[in-house]
């Protein structure tokens, strides 16, 4: 198969290029490299066996509708996007020209392509807006109903994705991402907590925690999420798929697991919320065990433990 991966250089990307590129695959990445990272792409770029190719291009240029025709992809992976929620609300036209017009770029170049497939990174954890906790964990079915820019854009995508699908016969499944997080997430971003809380738990800092941190989010593990990205490149055609454990956890309890982990005996800091973020968060992912056979199976623990000695060992 030859994929394109948008956002390839990112830290769920660059380890779906490398879940791809092991399974024998052709890949080309698109990536502006503004968050993403060329040491992401270390193992890629390193085995001669591999058919891979990096395009350093921002996916709001028009010119990458050009390159995706130029390059033929039978499947794109797009995951390129400006992700964080407090960008969004301080800058919603930024949020927007990233996450809807840079979507209709790569939709516009898959289409004259001849792409088979998309497979897009939707975001489960706003698109749903504040579902009351007797919702928990949210289905496909609950209203989509966004309260932040960033949510909205999703959306916005996945309505593009099925009007693509009815005019132009291409084929997609939307990925709604629970919270993910593992090795290669930016520590100094302004978001991924958990790769935020290693960072500053292995350097001595101490860990800021907004709000009362009785908020929850579901915690997905990126090799589980990879997994599922694989799975849909077949399977699950023009759906909306959950991803996500369905276990809520608190960020005090996060904390506190990764403190336990990292063997660290010291209280987080106490700080205003922020605006935007849902309240409690977690997603039914049942869907998806029936359509692509997908079941996470990395727990918290496991799961917080693997980052935390990824960056006691890898980061510079």
């Known amino acids: 198969?030859?994929?394109?991966?948008?956002?390839?250089?990112?830290?769920?990307?660059?380890?779906?290029?490398?879940?791809?590129?092991?399974?024998?695959?052709?890949?080309?990445?698109?990536?502006?490299?503004?968050?993403?990272?060329?040491?992401?792409?270390?193992?890629?770029?390193?085995?001669?066996?591999?058919?891979?190719?990096?395009?350093?291009?921002?996916?709001?240029?028009?010119?990458?509708a050009d390159l995706i025709e130029r390059r033929k992809p039978e499947?794109?992976?797009?995951?390129?996007?400006?992700?964080?929620?407090?960008?969004?609300?301080?800058?919603?036209?930024?949020?927007?020209?990233i996450n809807v017009i840079g979507s209709l770029n790569v939709l516009e170049g898959a289409r004259r392509a001849g792409t088979r497939k998309v497979v897009f990174a939707s975001s489960g954890g706003t698109i749903y807006g504040a579902p009351d906790g007797d919702d928990l964990p949210v289905k496909e079915s609950y209203p989509q109903a966004p309260i932040s820019p960033y949510g909205v854009a999703k959306k916005v995508v996945g309505d593009y994705?099925?009007?693509?699908?009815?005019?132009?016969?291409?084929?997609?499944?939307?990925?709604?991402?629970?919270n993910v997080y593992g090795p290669r997430q930016d520590p100094h971003g302004e978001a991924g907590v958990v790769a935020i809380f290693a960072g500053r738990l292995l350097s001595g800092e101490p860990c800021t925690i907004f709000?009362?941190?009785?908020?929850?989010?579901?915690?997905?593990?990126?090799?589980?999420?990879?997994?599922?990205?694989?799975?849909?490149?077949?399977?699950?055609?023009?759906?909306?798929?959950?991803?996500?454990?369905?276990?809520?956890t608190s960020v005090n309890e996060l904390y506190n697991t990764m403190a336990r982990v990292a063997g660290v005996d010291r209280s987080a800091t106490m700080a205003e919320a922020r605006a935007g973020e849902v309240p409690r968060s977690s997603l039914d992912a049942s869907?998806?065990?029936?359509?692509?056979?997908?079941?996470?199976?990395?727990?918290?623990?496991?799961?917080?433990?693997?980052?935390?000695?990824f960056f006691r060992t890898k980061q510079p």
Not at 11 to 33: K, W
Not at 80 to 94: E, K, N, T, W
């Open 1 to 64: 198969m030859r994929a394109l991966v948008t956002g390839g250089a990112g830290f769920i990307g660059s380890t779906l290029v490398d879940r791809l590129l092991a399974e024998g695959h052709e890949v080309d990445v698109v990536d502006d490299l503004t968050s993403g990272s060329m040491r992401n792409l270390a193992d890629a770029r390193g085995n001669p066996e591999h058919v891979f190719q990096l395009h350093r291009v921002d996916i709001r240029d028009a010119s990458v």
């Open 75 to 97: 499947v794109i992976f797009h995951l390129a996007a400006q992700i964080d929620v407090r960008i969004s609300v301080a800058d919603p036209v930024l949020d927007a020209m």
């Open 161 to 178: 994705l099925h009007a693509y699908r009815t005019l132009h016969e291409l084929e997609y499944t939307a990925l709604a991402l629970s």
């Open 211 to 248: 709000g009362d941190g009785a908020q929850t989010r579901d915690y997905v593990y990126v090799d589980d999420v990879v997994d599922a990205f694989v799975r849909a490149s077949d399977k699950g055609g023009g759906l909306v798929l959950n991803i996500g454990t369905g276990v809520e």
């Open 287 to 309: 869907r998806a065990e029936i359509q692509l056979g997908w079941k996470p199976w990395t727990d918290l623990p496991t799961g917080t433990a693997a980052v935390l000695e």
